[in-house]
């Protein structure tokens, strides 16, 4: 018989994703691609972030032609204060999509306390908290 010939098609894959810059609405996420997958060509790449492992919404892409593996970061905006989130890094290739592994996390700053606050202020629980204080002259 005649033999046949076939290639494996593969998703790109990518290496633990970082997170810099953390303040309480804003952060740089990233990633690296360490290999472009079978196509070995990447159309587009970004990071998703959300606050349940493995996050598939919040997703940005930035939409290319790679054709080497390389290192990407994002500026992420509209992050609540004092929030745990996960994210992850992906490369899409015309075989789909990879991910990094495992999701990384981080920790957006604490809301500002209002020192000498006279009405109530809610706490990052939700919770109504009033600030009682007295001055001593």
Known sequence: GADVQFTTLDVPTLTT?????????TVTLGATVTSLGIPAVISARGTCWGTAPFPTTNCTAATLLQTVPSTFTQART???AGTTYYYRGYAINTSGTGYSTPDGTFTTLAPDLVVGATTPTTAI??????FHYSSCL
Not at 17 to 25: G, H, M, S, V
Not at 125 to 130: A, I, K, L, N, W
């Open 125 to 130: 629980t939700g919770t109504p908290v009033t």
């Open 78 to 80: 509209g992050l609540t």
């Open 17 to 25: 994703p970082t997170a810099t810059a953390i303040t309480q609405t």
